[in-house]
């Protein structure tokens, strides 16, 4: 069973920045894409950004030039850098990791993050 599991999270002035870390239980390598997801109160959950093996990225429209997934292969982890955070970006935040183009396969239990004005 694949576990992904999320830290980093945690209460933030607008303006600042947080790193989120998602750790896996088995190589990255091993799927075809990791990618950050987040929800809302009363909102659906909407894809943040992703990584594929081949280390190509892909962002909302909505985080483009403030947030950045990096990887540590070694480490099984993916990272997401979170600048510039504003009261909007507060929400729980999800890793996920897909092992075709489809939706994701197995997903993290969440990090909250809150961001205040």
């Known amino acids: 069973q694949v576990q992904l599991v999320e830290s980093g999270g945690g209460l933030v002035q607008a303006g600042g920045s947080l790193r989120l870390s998602c750790v896996a239980s088995?190589?990255?390598?091993?799927?075809?894409?990791m990618g950050w997801y987040r929800q809302a109160p009363g909102k659906q959950r909407e894809l943040v950004g992703s990584?594929?093996?081949?280390?190509?990225?892909n962002y909302a429209d909505f985080v483009k030039g403030r947030f950045t997934i990096s990887r540590d292969i070694a480490k099984n982890t993916v990272y997401l850098q979170m600048n510039s955070l504003q009261p909007e970006d507060t929400a729980v935040y999800y890793c996920?990791?897909?092992?075709?183009?489809?939706?994701?396969?197995?997903w993290g239990q969440g990090t909250q993050v809150t961001v205040s004005s």
């Open positions: 996920a990791a897909g092992t075709n183009r489809g939706p994701p396969s197995y």
């Open positions: 088995r190589s990255i390598f091993s799927f075809y894409y």
């Open positions: 990584v594929t093996t081949g280390g190509s990225t």
